[in-house]
């Protein structure tokens, strides 16, 4: 089945440092890919997507890179905030029909 | 509000005795999912829906059905619960399944089968 995951299960930065979560994907006829987040007690929401035929997407403070090389995604996020910690999912689809999530990255946003 | 409402929020229940968990939505949106989501494993797509009477399986189907009789709401329904399926649960909506930047998710079911 296909496989998305992630690197790290836990970051910690410090308030107003970047943060960088990343993702590793398996299937390569993937062509859509979306970072969601998840905080305490809440479904998750989503934040940004990108798909297969760019390289990178901006959004408000947050940016995802897709490298289809290596099969690798990224989220970063700039100037992190407090609020900004929560538990981080990828996922794609190749038809839109299924979506295929990571594990997830939980990031802790030190004051 | 835009929403996705589910209920019940928690359910504590025993093996074998059928239950449904129901989920509405109020956007008039067209596609309609289900997730599971356990620890370590991220979410696990059970069924989705890309219209009023077309559902498909996704990722993990076995012991679930569905339903779609009307748009708004999608059904979860475990005929025979089994404690494997502890668990908790989320529904999940966007404008079609092209849209999945429409998406909104539920606030979850915690599913707990004795």
């Known amino acids: 089945g296909e496989s998305v995951g992630l690197h790290l299960p836990t970051l910690s930065v410090q308030e107003g440092d970047n943060s960088i979560i990343n993702c590793a994907y398996s299937?390569?006829?993937?062509?859509?890919f979306i970072w969601y987040k998840q905080e305490s007690g809440k479904g998750p929401q989503f934040i940004i997507d990108?798909?297969?035929?760019?390289d990178k997407r901006q959004g408000q403070r947050v940016t995802v890179l897709l490298n289809k090389t290596v099969k690798h995604l990224s989220l970063q996020i700039a100037a992190t905030q407090p609020g900004d910690s929560a538990v981080y999912f990828c996922?794609?689809?190749?038809?839109?029909?299924?979506?295929?999530f990571g594990s997830g990255t939980k990031l802790n946003v030190k004051p | 509000e835009a929403q996705v409402t589910q209920n019940p929020r928690y359910l504590i229940t025993v093996t074998g005795k059928k239950l449904t968990v129901t989920c509405s939505q109020n956007?008039?949106?067209?596609?309609m999912s289900w997730y599971r989501q356990d620890p370590g494993l991220g979410l696990r797509q059970i069924y989705y829906?890309?219209?009023?009477?077309?559902?498909d399986k996704g990722d993990v189907p076995e012991g679930y059905k569905v339903s779609r009789k009307e748009k708004r709401n999608f059904p979860l329904i475990l005929e025979s619960p089994s404690p494997n399926q502890t668990s908790l649960y989320f529904c999940?909506?966007?404008?079609?399944?092209?849209?999945?930047?429409?998406?909104?998710f539920g606030p979850g079911t915690r599913l707990t089968v004795l």
């Open positions: 999940a909506s966007s404008l079609a399944a092209g849209v999945p930047d429409t998406q909104y």
């Open positions: 990108i798909r297969s035929n760019m």
């Open positions: 996922a794609d689809t190749y038809n839109f029909n299924k979506f295929y």
């Open positions: 829906s890309m219209n009023v009477e077309v559902t």
């Open positions: 299937n390569s006829a993937s062509d859509y």
């Open positions: 956007m008039n949106h067209e596609y």
